[in-house]
């Protein structure tokens, strides 16, 4: 089966998996091109990528952390992204950020106060962690990037130098 093929460790039981290879993700024992439904990616690279469940889905989060399967990186439902949850209003200390229905943010109330106007679904940008690279500006945190560069693609809130099916590269390289 195609699961043995790309397999890279079996379990115990032969017919399962715990490690795979040819960037393939681990789910169930099985190595799957795509983690499905409320499962994020997590790893990179051509072996040991897995699926984790995210738990916040039914909790009005729209994508979750890929570090943290309990965090939200983007929030549904016009709440408010605090520390990895999201709320209907902020907590004391801090002021709500965004429009729309997506990318709302609770920010510490003495943050800059200008945001634009014309672009009610976007999210603030910060700078980005060393680690990563091709990334022009990041945004929720500092491992989520907002904007490629260097040729790059962003997919999924990373630059990817190609776009895997079913993906197309949309717009200019920068």
């Known amino acids: 089966s195609a699961s043995v093929v790309d ?7 032969a017919t399962l998996c715990s490690e795979c290879k040819n960037s393939r993700y681990l789910l169930n024992g099985a190595c799957i091109p795509q983690c499905p439904g409320p499962y994020v990616h997590r790893g990179e690279g051509v072996f040991g990528r897995t699926c984790r469940e995210c738990v916040n889905e039914q909790d009005n989060c729209n994508t ?7 965090g939200c990186e983007v929030c549904k439902n016009a709440q408010y992204l605090h520390l990895g949850r999201c709320l209907s209003t902020c907590p004391v200390g801090f002021v709500e950020r965004g429009q729309g229905n997506f990318f709302r943010t609770c920010v510490a109330s003495s943050a800059p106060t200008n945001v634009p106007s014309d672009a009610p679904t976007a999210a603030p ?11 022009e500006e990041c945004t929720v945190n500092s491992t989520v990037c907002a904007r490629c560069t260097n040729g790059h693609f962003l997919l999924s809130g990373t630059c990817v130098q190609d776009c895997p099916p079913p993906f197309v590269h949309i717009g200019e390289t920068t």
């Open 125 to 135: 940008t910060i700078a980005c962690d060393a680690a990563v690279t091709n990334c």
């Open 7 to 13: 397999c890279q460790v079996c379990a115990t039981n």
């Open 64 to 70: 979750c952390d890929g570090q943290d399967p309990s």
